[in-house]
């Protein structure tokens, strides 16, 4: 079981609005914090799949914090990714945050 960020739809806007410069870079920086790399669930899950995990789940929705902890900015945004979440029928996944179960086969 592992918790992760879903922070690359936020990443991928800013690189769209932002042109390569130090400013895309420290915009970039100061998003990710502390974490240097980044996969998509897609890509992941395969690889689990490939060095024998069977059953590979993911769970949206995950906060980091209480609900009454998080800035209002920070609910209005769990709350429009479940909005998505739940118009596409689970298809699209923005929640900030995951939890990812695997299990070996």
Known sequence: MMRLSNKRFILGVIRRLIG?????????????????????????????????????????????????ELTWQGRAWYFATDLIHLATLGCVNLSPGIVLVAQKG
Do not use: C, N, W
């Open 20 to 68: 390569e410069d130090s400013a895309r870079d420290k915009q970039l920086s100061r998003y990710l914090q502390g974490q240097f790399h980044s996969i998509s669930l897609r890509s992941l899950a395969r690889i689990l799949r490939q060095i024998g995990f069977s059953s590979v789940q993911t769970i949206p929705h995950v906060m980091s914090a209480p609900a009454t």
